[in-house]
Nanobody, 121 residues
Framework: VQLQASGGGLVQAGGSLRLSCVAS????????MGWFRQAPGKEREFVAA????????YYADAVKGRSTISRDNAKKTVYLQMNSLKPEDTSVYYC???????????????WGQGTQVTVSS
């Protein structure tokens, strides 16, 4: 099982980034996919999740209206489009595969290695 996240980088406040996460080694379309983030010294927190067919999405209040999660089951890839980025969005972003469209870490079984997003003011 592998989840390879990419697309992070350094961006100015107000800018945009699109994160991608390519899955392998499991039946991607059979899993809910989520994005989480973790800033230095803080706990990992939920960002967004998407249902297996991609029709239902769920966002943390902190990113709602600024971010869009999507997936392409044929490409085994989940995306996170982040707009109007703020310095407080600076974190390592992780993708995860799980069973429920839920914010709890315990709902996810497989985790990627993370990609760093840094937003400068």
């Amino acid at each position: 099982v592998q989840l390879q996240a990419s697309g992070g980088g350094l961006v100015q406040a107000g800018g945009s980034l699109r994160l991608s996460c390519v899955a392998s080694g499991f039946s991607f379309s059979g899993y809910v996919m989520g994005w989480f983030r973790q800033a230095p010294g803080k706990e990992r927190e939920f960002v967004a999740a998407i249902s297996r067919p991609g029709r239902s999405t769920y966002y943390a209040d902190a990113v709602k209206g600024r971010s869009t999660i999507s997936r392409d089951n044929a490409k085994k890839t989940v995306y996170l489009q982040m707009n109007s980025l703020k310095p407080e969005d600076t974190s390592v972003y992780y993708c995860a595969a799980g069973g429920d469209v839920a914010p709890q870490l315990s709902s996810y079984y497989y985790w990627g290695q993370g990609t760093q997003v840094t937003v400068s003011s």
